[in-house]
Structure formats: C-alpha cells, structure tokens
C-alpha cells in the first residue's frame, strides 16, 4: 500500500511533470511547424522562378524540423522521470523544464520561418544573400538550444524524495 500524500508530495504532484512533458512537445512542434509551412511557402514562390535553386532553399525547412527534435527530448527525458509518487518540487521542476525548451523551440520556430521565408525569395535574386541568411538562421534556431540546455540542467535536478 503505497504511503500517504503529504505536504510535499501531493498526489497530482506528477500532473505538473506531465504538463511539462505536454509543453515540451506541443509547443516545439508549433514552433517546427510553423516554421517549416512558412518557409515552405518562401521555397515554393521562389521554385516558380527558380527552380534551380530548390536544394539550397530546403535549408530553413530542415532547421526547423531540427526544433521539433529538441521537445521530443526533453519530453522523453521527463517522461523518463515519473512516479507515481512525486514531490512537488521535482513537479515544477519538470514544468519548467518542459515551458524552457517549448517557448524557446515556439520562438526560434517562428524566427526561422519568417527568415527562410523572406531569405530563400531574397537569395533567388540576389546570389549573396544566401550566406546572410544561413547566419541569421543559425542565430535564430540557437535561440531553442538555449532552451533545451536549461531544460536538460532544470531535469537533472529532479530527485525523488517522496
């Protein structure tokens, strides 16, 4: 018979490490999918005119499927970490976890649709906009590794104490 709920380890304790799992998910994979249906709508516009150049436009499609990726590991990683009996603490923590790296995936999703988008039309008329748009997308997809390194030390940091 399991022990009884306390202060500290209140029986829908996991319920704040499986929305945090939840978050990391939905919220990196809006943030891929987005940014991937934006920048394909840029890669589709420019193969009209150019279709010669679709190989170099895929780019930004790829970086932002790459986001998608960064959720689904940290809500493995969560996942990895429930019990049925669980401190709050290590609750949050998974709550946490899971908003770091699903805001952060949502905005750098955004950010690489948005420049693949206006990037791969550019660069089909322009040449040497290429480079400085494979630099912004690097710097805008940076944004959710960010936000999968604070996941990954916020995770590390669960116990169960329960």
Not at 64 to 77: K, P
Not at 98 to 123: H, T, Y
Not at 154 to 159: E, G, W
């Amino acid at each position: 018979m399991p022990a009884p709920a306390t202060e500290y380890c209140p029986v829908y304790a996991p319920f704040f490490g499986i929305l945090g799992a939840t978050c990391a998910i939905v919220f990196c994979c809006m943030g891929a999918a987005y940014g991937t249906a934006k920048a394909g709508v840029g890669l589709t516009s420019m193969g009209v005119l150019r279709p010669d150049l679709i190989i170099k436009g895929v780019v930004p499609i790829i970086m932002a499927g790459i986001i998608g990726i960064y959720g689904l590991v940290v809500s493995v990683l969560i996942g990895n970490g429930f019990e049925q009996r669980m401190s709050l603490f290590a609750g949050f923590i998974q709550l946490g976890a899971g908003l770091s790296v699903g805001l952060s995936g949502m905005a750098a999703g955004f950010a690489v649709g948005i420049v693949g988008d206006a990037g791969v039309r550019a660069s089909a008329q322009q040449p040497r906009l290429y480079t400085g748009m494979i630099l912004v997308l690097i710097f805008a997809e940076v944004l959710a590794l960010y936000g999968l390194i604070v996941a990954l030390i916020l995770n590390a940091r669960v116990k169960s104490d329960c």
